[in-house]
């Protein structure tokens, strides 16, 4: 079997995942699973910049990077359906995630385990639920619930990565500038403060 290829060393923490990616896709031809590498590496990069940008704290920055990690694993088997396919694939996967991410037991990283799933699922801009289940206790699916929204960053990223179709990186970077407005950068996000009071509210439960 070919040895996959190391990723960056601000990225190196998720190797393990990115290893069990193209393992999954191993009976695709070279040239397709290179694609798939290159595709999936520059999403992780530019999901790492908008994190940072956002100021997200680590845990959900990482969190999102898993998400862009997974985000096409099944998209060589089905092109229409990966996001949903994708899902299922985290969602059996679910002790890698719990083991990359290492999160100490608590709701909050319960809830950003179940995060990753919900984001690769949605980050083709599939229509969010009406609820969630969150605990066992059925919960209205608010525009903040951590899945949806780590799922519109990988989205953009994605997006960004295709419209630039892996050109330079300079290219990507005056896009990212063009975002600000679009993920208000400016002191801590609104969005950002939704994240963490939807944490807190499950939190307490």
Avoid at 67 to 86: M, P, R, S, T, Y
Avoid at 129 to 135: D, E, L
Wanted: include cysteine; hydrophobic fraction near 35%; charge should be positive.
């Amino acid at each position: 079997m070919n040895k996959n290829k190391s990723l960056p060393k601000k990225l190196q923490t998720f190797q393990t995942a990115y290893d069990a990616v193209m393992e999954h896709n191993k009976e695709y031809k070279k040239k397709k699973r290179k694609k798939l590498a290159d595709h999936t590496i520059r999403v992780m990069k530019i999901v790492r910049k908008i994190c940072i940008k956002a100021k997200l704290p680590e845990d959900i920055t990482n969190t999102a990077i898993l998400a862009a990690c997974f985000h096409d694993v099944e998209k060589l088997k089905n092109e229409k359906q990966h996001h949903e396919l994708g899902f299922k694939w985290v969602s059996k996967n679910h002790d890698l995630v719990k083991r990359i991410l290492n999160l100490k037991p608590s709701p909050q990283s319960a809830l950003l385990y179940s995060a990753v799933a919900d984001a690769v699922r949605y980050h083709k801009g599939s229509k969010l639920p009406s609820f969630v289940y969150i605990n066992g206790e059925k919960w209205t699916c608010l525009v903040s619930h951590i899945g949806c929204i780590i799922g519109r960053i990988v989205r953009y990223a994605d997006k960004l990565d295709k419209k630039n179709k892996g050109e330079k990186w300079e290219e990507i970077e005056k896009q990212l500038k063009k975002s600000e407005k679009y993920f208000n950068y400016k002191g801590k996000p609104k969005w950002v403060k939704k994240i963490e009071k939807q944490i807190k509210k499950v939190v307490k439960v």
